[in-house]
Structures are given as C-alpha cells and as structure tokens.
C-alpha cells in the first residue's frame, strides 16, 4: 500500500497554475492585493489539474492517537492516562477540537494508532452520542476508529520505538484513514493528534530530517518547567545519539524516534497527496509527520497547506524546511487540529475567489 501511494503522487498541474495566475490577473482587485492568497489558490488549481479547484469542502479532521514509552524518562508533568481520557473527551464533544469543528463545519474522526490502555469502543450497533452541531445542520457526532498497531511505543532512549514493521502499519493506517475519509466525500483532510509526550518524539523526527540541533528543535510542549525542559532536550540529543537515524531513510527515523501517531500522520498526508486532495497541517507533530512524507515522496509537500504556526519552535524549522508559509500565527500549542481548523476558512476564501469574483470585462470596470 505505500509504495503503491507513492508512486500516485505526482507534481503540481503547471497548466492548472497558469491558468489561475491568469484568472487571479483579471479579477476586479488589484493585482497582487491578496497577497499570500493568491498564491494558494494557483497552487490549489495546479494539486486538482484545474481552474478553479474544487472548493475545499467538506472537512474532515482524523485525529490519530497514541502513547509513549519515553514517557518514562518525565519529559512532561501529565499522566498518560490522559489520552485515553480525552479521546473520551473528543468523543462526548468537549474538547476544543469539537467546538473549532462544528463552527466549521468538520467531522471528526478519531482514531486510536497506539493507546496504551484499551478503548470501550462501542458495539457496532450503538446509537451515536447526542452532539451538539451548529444550527441548520446535520453534523455526525465523533467517531472511534480502532487501528491499534501497539500499545504504545517503546522508549527510543533505550531502543527502537517502533520496528519498521510497525512503522510501516502505523503509516497504511493513515492511507487507509485518507482514503475512507474521501471516498465519503471530504474535499480536505485536517491533521489531527493526541498523545501525552508526543512533541518529545515529534522533537526528535525534526532534529533527524532537518539537522538541527535538538535544542533548536525543542520545545515547551504543555508548559513544562525549565528543568523538565533541560531533561527533556537531553532525552532527544541521547535518542538521536543512540540511533543516528538516516534522514535518507524515512521509515527508519520514523521507526526510531517516531510515534505511532506521527507516523499515521504521515500516511494521511501521503494518501491526501496521492488522491490531489489538500491536507491542512496544524502544529509541530503535524508538521514533523509531514516532514517525514515529504521525505518518502518529495512531491507530496503540493498537497499541504500549513494552516498555523506553533509556539513550539520545533515547528518553524520544519516548516522552513519544507518551504511552507503558515496562514495564521496565533501562539497556539494546543494540537488536536485546532490551529488547522481556525486556517480552513482562509483556505475556503483563497478557493472561492477563483469560483465567484468577476473579471474586469465581465464586470465593466475600467482597468489601470
């Protein structure tokens, strides 16, 4: 399957491009007056192969979650217990993630990659919970999708935290999800995740495949205090030290100093690309998956859209990296996909430019 995915996923549409430089050249604005808006809309047209591309609707945000062995090493203050209790959380609707998500209109997926502790998930014939969504619509209450690869990784400062056996799945779990989520008709994925001490693997993944110093790369996560923040640089610098991934290798890093939850990441990213789908990115364990598929298919970098910048500097070196401009900057570190779903509406309104605002000619107006 993923080798098959990436074999899919081809350059930008220069045509397509072109052609939504020109329609952008003489709508009734001045040239150039959206600024970085413009320029997505072109690279949007260039992913479909058409001008204008699909507006990017619906969303559909896939959570994907799993715990941590280098949990072990107190890199953050939160039990890890709690991934379990938000997945709960996203399921009843109370997360900030919901609440981001019924403004925009997104469903929610949530899909359990590599939780420690096991899931109530509910019989096949449960009725959904009673969720609220925005008045007017008819917005599916969230989901849990069981694709447990493990139970958690290992601790990468002692060994491998994944086998690339297990890397491997944890990425076709992500292809899978982008598949599902757009053959029911999404028109734009939304990265999401959660687990407890994931922005300590998801230091370590932007460190390997940038060559950054892992203090560069490194960040606050939760809050953490300066001495959990010292532990926690050391704890990345002694896992890149023990391992030496190969950036040339994305499985192998991914497998190293990886979660399960970076690498589904990763895959959804790769099954968006293959499909010419745009997949909005929100923070740093977004952005370190994403680093790790434009590694595997350098082309897969034209599907994404950085939807914010994170607090966690981690993510402004990766984002450097794969020369990606964030559309809001806001200090958020919340993850979830919240930061991705603030962005969708500007992602929206980049597209519907090139759908509804009338040329010169066909509006009358006189140009300079």
């Not at 896939?62 to 939160?78: C, E, L, S």
């Not at 606050?220 to 205090?225: A, C, I, K, L, P």
Request: aromatic fraction near 2%.
């Amino acid at each position: 399957m993923l080798e098959t995915t990436i074999a899919a996923i081809g350059p930008l549409d220069g045509s397509a491009m072109t052609a939504a430089r020109d329609l952008q050249a003489r709508l009734t604005k001045p040239a150039g007056s959206l600024g970085a808006l413009e320029e997505l809309s072109v690279r949007l047209a260039g992913l479909a192969g058409a001008c204008p591309p699909p507006l990017p609707e619906p969303a559909a945000v896939a959570i994907f979650a799993g715990d941590h062995g280098v949990h072990a090493q107190r890199v953050t203050p939160w039990p890890q217990e709690v991934t379990a209790q938000m997945i709960g959380n996203f399921l009843a609707g109370g997360a900030v993630v919901n609440a981001f998500a019924r403004q925009a209109g997104a469903s929610v997926t949530v899909v359990d990659v590599g939780v420690a502790a096991p899931l109530p998930f509910p019989p096949a014939d449960a009725a959904p919970a009673d969720v609220p969504a925005p008045t007017g619509t008819t917005l599916a209450p969230p989901r849990l999708l069981d694709a447990n690869v493990r139970r958690g990784t290992r601790d990468m400062t002692v060994t491998a935290a994944l086998t690339r056996d297990e890397a491997r799945a944890a990425v076709e779990v992500g292809i899978r999800v982008a598949g599902e989520l757009l053959d029911a008709g999404a028109g734009v994925l939304i990265t999401g995740d959660m687990g407890i001490a994931n922005t300590t693997p998801a230091a370590a993944l932007i460190a390997a495949f940038t060559g950054v110093d892992p203090a560069e790369a490194t960040g606050r996560g939760t809050g953490v205090d300066d001495e959990t923040y010292r532990r926690k640089v050391g704890v990345v610098r002694a896992a890149l030290d023990r391992h030496r991934p190969d950036p040339a290798d994305p499985l192998g890093v991914l497998a190293a100093v990886g979660g399960l939850e970076h690498a589904a990441l990763t895959g959804l990213i790769l099954g968006a690309a293959a499909r010419r789908v745009p997949v909005l990115l929100d923070g740093v364990i977004a952005v370190s998956a994403a680093l790790a598929a434009a590694a595997l298919a350098p082309d897969a970098v034209g599907a994404m859209v950085a939807g914010h910048r994170s607090a966690e500097p981690g993510a402004t070196v990766a984002l450097r990296h794969l020369g990606l401009d964030p559309l809001v900057d806001l200090g958020l570190r919340l993850g979830e996909g919240t930061g991705a779903l603030l962005a969708l509406p500007v992602v929206t309104g980049a597209v519907r430019v090139l759908h509804e605002v009338a040329t010169f000619d066909a509006a009358g107006v006189s140009e300079k």
